[in-house]
């Protein structure tokens, strides 16, 4: 998507100020490699420079700072998504779609997704899929003040959901069993409170722990999709 205009304040690339090898291609590949192995909290421009064999000033000839790197870090990850073709199913199944492979390809980057909670996705990769979604929900017939609104909302619910997930992995709860031991212990400590004056929790202790990360995700979906279909008018928007 060459043909996508640069945000004005990106930081475009200096010929000459920076050894041949270097491209931001080459910065964002080793920058990913380090989010792999370390987490978001090890890449930092002197991390990522000490992975080239170079130094930090030889990086700000293409990216203007850390956090610039890291959008265009969520912004090659989001390359990865796959957007449903036409005729893939109805809007609620595109929508889906859409939403369970957004989670999957932030999930399989570690906490890249915390990225995502802060930024407007501005790259041609986050622009892509951001029309998708815009698509899908404007074919539905939803009117465009809640089509801008729930794809925004939609997005922050899926990305939120991801980084819940790497949150886990990172905290050393990366395991089914160790999951499940974790929220073991919470449901129990629920069980503990005083009736009296937690009620509706100890009432709900058994719902409460039931359903794992993709069952809840799906039913946050259903409640998203049943929430914007209200909005359909009568006629699908046709008249």
């Known amino acids: 998507m060459s043909d996508v205009p640069v945000p004005p304040w990106r930081t475009t690339p200096k010929s000459g100020q920076a050894r041949k090898p270097l491209?931001?291609?080459?910065?964002?590949?080793?920058?990913?490699?380090?989010?792999?192995?370390?987490?978001?909290?090890?890449?930092s421009m002197r991390r990522v420079a000490q992975e080239l064999h170079t130094g930090p000033a030889s990086l700000y000839a293409h990216f203007a700072n850390k956090d610039?790197?890291?959008?265009?870090?969520?912004?090659?990850?989001?390359?990865?998504?796959?957007?449903?073709?036409?005729?893939?199913?109805?809007?609620t199944a595109k929508l889906k779609a859409i939403a369970w492979e957004v989670r999957r390809v932030l999930i399989s980057h570690g906490d890249i997704a915390q990225v995502g909670l802060a930024v407007v996705p501005l790259g041609p990769n986050g622009l892509r899929l951001s029309e998708a979604m815009l698509g899908v929900l404007r074919e539905?017939?939803?009117?465009?003040?809640?089509?801008?609104?729930?794809?925004?909302?939609?997005?922050?619910?899926?990305?939120?959901?991801?980084?819940?997930v790497s949150y886990e992995a990172r905290r050393g709860r990366g395991s089914p069993e160790e999951i499940a031991a974790?929220?073991?212990?919470?449901?129990?400590?629920?069980?503990?409170?005083?009736?009296?004056?937690?009620?509706?929790?100890?009432?709900?202790?058994?719902?409460?722990?039931?359903?794992?990360?993709?069952?809840?995700?799906?039913?946050?979906?259903?409640?998203f999709i049943r929430g914007l279909s209200t909005y359909i008018p009568a006629d699908g928007g046709t008249s």
């Open 23 to 43: 491209s931001q291609d080459v910065i964002l590949r080793a920058a990913l490699r380090i989010l792999a192995e370390e987490g978001l909290e090890g890449v």
């Open 140 to 164: 539905a017939g939803i009117p465009d003040q809640q089509v801008a609104w729930a794809a925004d909302r939609l997005s922050l619910y899926i990305t939120a959901d991801a980084f819940e």
């Open 182 to 223: 974790y929220y073991a212990g919470v449901i129990q400590y629920f069980r503990s409170l005083p009736p009296d004056r937690f009620p509706h929790t100890t009432a709900l202790v058994g719902p409460l722990g039931q359903g794992d990360d993709e069952t809840r995700f799906e039913f946050g979906l259903d409640l």
């Open 68 to 91: 610039e790197l890291l959008e265009m870090m969520f912004d090659h990850v989001l390359g990865e998504v796959r957007v449903p073709e036409e005729g893939e199913g109805d809007w």
